[in-house]
């Protein structure tokens, strides 16, 4: 506050003597001076100009801070010194002048000394930034120094959005590393802190006192040892605990106090016995959860119809029971969770919350509770009046009410083509589609296009395999014409995702041979056109040219698209989808135009357009595509940041690779700080297979992500999956259960989402179990490598209670444990798998997941593969539009011998899903043996 006094004081006083005075007046004094000042000496004369500065007369004043300003740098130390005069005048025109000879502001220069006074006066995080833009870094990292309220300002949305632009501007000035010193001093300290640790630059500072600050600074520097110092905070010591994965110290009596915080005594056990599982400490966990339950675990799992089934079932109503309180039951229900105690939480389910219930059971092929739950009997005898009453509840229901039974019937849908109940899943969507027609009398005019908006996009989100797809695709071509034109676009994406921001346009200007355009024959051969074009199906195209190539109907078709989209113009996503399609039809020509387009909204395309001229052997022209997406795109702009590196290196300007690189790792990717985070980046790099690359960017996503949030899940989620598709099995793991633990804490986000059991558009418990099993099953894998195997089976039993029909766990474990001379382990697991696989076979016959799924295992595990074809070819009869079905069937066939017939099934499956490169990778495998 007082620097900003003081600014304002000078600047009245600069404007007294500057800007009120005409500039031929001043022009005309500097004349003057310059003839004066060679007659006096320079120490007379500076000292006796300060004294000028509180004249009483204006003139007088004036002329002295004219000339003190022409003598420039060479009186800075005077000025200096008459900053502390004891009179306020001579002091405040002294800081002002010191400003002005430090930043080397011409006399004559008014414009930028009076832009300068006005950013002075008001120190504010836009007013640094504009000062690092002018080049004025040193005075701007000032007035970080001298102005904690300006500090304060960058911590806020805007401000910090303010710490990315200096990033960026120190990019744009080709020096990225003087953004440092405000990156250190501004943005979080775990970034700042892990910046500089990446780049070797000088750490941030701390107060010595804060032993919290100080051990947050050990950690992200990797001074892992000192962190975890005793005397830090427990609460502190956990965050890194969990970010390092030395689960061993989670048996610490005041880690685990951290962990439970304020909870119930019920809770507060469960969650200890949780830890103490996690920790390794097997034994105390189960004692812990003995007591809790009032009944004795078993050593070892209890086989099905073994005389233990009624303790198992004793000790999970017991369990169960844990989640009567409403107080305890996020923390209680996560901890069961975490000791794969599923049985106990689905028992809840099924009597407090049919609902959520419902839709657990689907996730997991519990068919017949699933069924069960909603009000269908067994063999769907009451299939008839259940669905005339549900159609009824829908209607007579609020809007939320509406969404949650609407979105159940999808997912109801869905299953019953799974299981083969085609005519009864072919009602359910019918039904459904009547209900969205009937639902527009009932909405008001201005949200009825939103409302039926989301119910088709909920539909398109459900019915997304292969049979359900068509069935969904059937009801849109009857009845799109009715739909509202501002939501067909949507609603034409969810049913073709690749091409979905052009699929609407391409369905416009589809050309057919039909006898009257916009007839319902049009329409028909329309849909059928846009079905084929997204499936890239050349050989369809061919037949129906008439002689014609097919390059030729394909090129025309994608150009009278671009040209329509000209009219808008097209977005950057759309023309990186016509690229996309026309490389499909091997138009590469077209699909460059495409991707290097100038004209549209965004430059997204453009990271698209710089891949395929590096491929051409044109890396000059794809650096520059790349710096100008940098530069004027809007968000995602530095996704790419490592491709126009590797672009820059190709043409040799070695120089400017460097600089991208520093700013590369310099850039504070934060959502808050740019519009590009790490997770983002990472995302990106993913989606494309490049997962060395990925993680690069997912590691400090996933440290620096906040505790106990579903952002850090979601985070941790994507990070795993890099890392298992580099078989680092140990750190997916550990990456995982980081957030499990945390979400254990009293009062964690991703807990209370899971278990609050009320409507929302995610289902957090199936995800949860989900990426638990995933969890386990890396943590087994890793084991078996180590020679761990009793761990790595306690890893797999867990696993198998969360998920019994994930064969993923077989696939995985069993040629592992067989390499490490565990046969009886081996086969122990694959019969386990095996006699859930069969008895879900047994209840439905026509589950096609579940015979691909058998019929899978069987294929990697290289047993029984004569009924592996048999079960592979009944899936694919019952789903013939599935690549993954017939995949599976390519398999088997290859392992059995027959190579003609696995090449021509996967063939098979690159025609149905042309963009999956797994299908071209096994097909050059299938070609390559002898």
């Avoid at 005594?265 to 809790?292: H, M």
């Avoid at 020679?787 to 696993?799: K, N, P």
Wanted: proline residues 4%.
């Amino acid at each position: 506050m007082q620097f900003r006094l003081q600014c304002v004081a000078a600047i009245f006083i600069a404007a007294q003597l500057l800007l009120g005075i005409p500039s031929e007046i001043l022009l005309a004094d500097e004349a003057k001076l310059e003839v004066g000042l060679e007659a006096v000496t320079p120490q007379r004369q500076v000292d006796a100009l300060l004294m000028q500065l509180a004249a009483p007369e204006f003139q007088s004043r004036r002329k002295a801070f004219l000339e003190l300003w022409q003598l420039e740098e060479e009186v800075l130390p005077e000025i200096r010194k008459a900053k502390s005069s004891a009179d306020s005048q001579i002091a405040q025109s002294a800081q002002m002048l010191e400003i002005l000879l430090k930043l080397r502001v011409q006399p004559g220069d008014q414009a930028t000394s009076s832009l300068l006074f006005q950013l002075l006066a008001e120190p504010s995080p836009l007013a640094v930034a504009e000062l690092c833009r002018r080049k004025y870094w040193k005075v701007a990292e000032e007035i970080i120094d001298t102005n904690p309220s300006v500090v304060a300002d960058f911590q806020e949305q805007a401000g910090a959005f303010q710490i990315g632009r200096i990033a960026q501007i120190a990019l744009e000035q080709e020096e990225p590393r003087k953004a440092w010193p405000f990156i250190r001093k501004l943005a979080d300290l775990p970034l700042a802190t892990w910046i500089a640790h990446q780049n070797g630059l000088e750490l941030p500072e701390v107060d010595p006192r804060r032993i919290d600050q100080v051990a947050i600074r050990d950690f992200y520097s990797g001074n892992l040892a000192a962190a975890m110092d005793p005397a830090v905070p427990a609460a502190t010591r956990l965050r890194f605990v969990t970010r390092s994965g030395d689960w061993s110290r989670l048996s610490e009596t005041e880690l685990q106090d951290a962990v439970i915080g304020p909870a119930t005594p019920t809770a507060s056990q469960a969650a200890r016995a949780a830890l103490f599982e996690l920790a390794g400490n097997v034994r105390a966990s189960r004692e812990l959860w003995d007591e809790l339950l009032g009944t004795e675990s078993a050593d070892s799992e209890v086989s099905p119809n073994s005389e233990g089934d009624l303790e198992v079932s004793a000790r999970t109503h017991a369990a169960a029971g844990l989640l009567e309180d409403d107080l305890s039951r996020a923390q209680v229900g996560f901890a069961l969770l975490l000791a794969g105690e599923i049985e106990a939480i689905e028992l809840y389910l099924q009597n407090h919350d049919p609902s959520h219930a419902f839709v657990h059971f689907l996730s997991s092929s519990q068919f017949d509770r699933a069924f069960e739950v909603v009000g269908l009997e067994p063999e769907f005898a009451n299939f008839d009046a259940w669905l005339q009453q549900r159609r009824m509840d829908m209607l007579e229901q609020d809007r939320l009410k509406l969404y949650q039974l609407f979105n159940e019937n999808a997912r109801l849908c869905n299953a019953l083509v799974n299981v083969g109940q085609v005519g009864e899943a072919q009602q359910v969507l019918q039904m459904l589609v009547e209900v969205i027609v009937e639902s527009r009398s009932g909405s008001r005019l201005a949200s009825r296009s939103q409302f039926e908006g989301d119910l088709w996009r909920m539909l398109g989100n459900w019915l997304t395999q292969a049979e359900p797809r068509q069935m969904y695709l059937s009801q849109v071509q009857q009845r799109y014409q009715d739909i509202p034109r501002e939501i067909q676009p949507s609603v034409v994406k969810a049913l073709f995702p690749e091409i979905g921001d052009t699929a609407a346009v391409l369905l416009d200007t589809a050309q057919t041979e039909a006898a009257s355009p916009g007839s319902t024959e049009d329409w028909q051969l329309r849909w059928e056109l846009l079905d084929h074009l997204w499936r890239l199906d050349q050989d369809y195209f061919a037949q129906s040219a008439s002689g014609k190539e097919v390059g030729n109907l394909a090129e025309l078709w994608l150009k009278r698209a671009k040209a329509q989209m000209d009219g808008g113009p097209a977005s950057g996503a759309q023309l990186e989808e016509l690229s996309q399609l026309a490389l499909g039809f091997g138009l590469n020509d077209l699909a460059l135009q495409f991707a290097i387009d100038p004209l549209a909204v965004d430059r997204s395309h453009w990271v698209e357009g710089a891949e395929m001229l590096l491929q051409r052997g044109r890396p000059q022209l794809a650096s520059e595509c790349l710096a100008q997406y940098r530069r004027v795109s809007r968000s995602g702009r530095y996704q790419a940041l490592e491709r126009e590196v590797h672009a820059l290196l190709l043409t040799g300007e070695f120089q400017q690779a460097e600089v991208l690189e520093q700013f590369r790792h310099l850039a504070p990717y934060d959502d808050r700080y740019l519009d590009t985070s790490f997770s983002d980046v990472s995302n990106f790099l993913r989606e494309q297979e490049k997962y060395a690359q990925a993680i690069e960017y997912a590691k400090p996503a996933f440290l620096l992500a906040p505790e106990t949030s579903i952002q850090s899940f979601w985070i941790a989620t994507d990070y795993a999956i890099s890392l298992t598709e580099l078989e680092r099995h140990r750190e997916s793991a550990d990456v995982r259960r980081a957030v499990f633990v945390e979400s254990l804490t009293f009062g964690a986000e991703l807990s209370g989402q899971a278990f609050q059991f009320q409507y929302s558009w995610y289902d957090y418990l199936s995800r949860i179990v989900y990426s638990l099993q995933k969890e386990r099953m890396s943590r087994a894998i890793s084991l078996i490598d180590e020679g761990q195997f009793a761990a790595a089976w306690h890893e797999i039993e867990i696993g198998r209670k969360l998920q019994p029909q994930d064969i993923e766990m077989v696939v995985q474990c069993f040629p592992r444990l067989v390499e490490g001379g565990q046969p009886e382990l081996a086969n122990q697991l694959f019969e386990t798998y095996e006699r859930e696989m069969l008895q879900q076979l047994t209840a439905w016959s026509r589950d096609a997941t579940a015979l691909n799924n058998l019929a899978w295992m069987y294929a990697k595990c290289e047993r029984q593969l004569d009924k592996a074809l048999e079960l592979a070819q009944q899936a694919v009869q019952l789903a013939p539009a599935s690549a993954i079905f017939l995949d599976t069937l390519a398999e088997v066939q290859f392992r059995r011998g027959d190579q003609e017939a696995a090449i021509a099934s996967m063939r098979g499956c690159i025609k149905l899903d042309p963009r999956d490169s797994h299908y071209r990778e096994n097909l050059a495998r299938f070609q390559s043996e002898p």
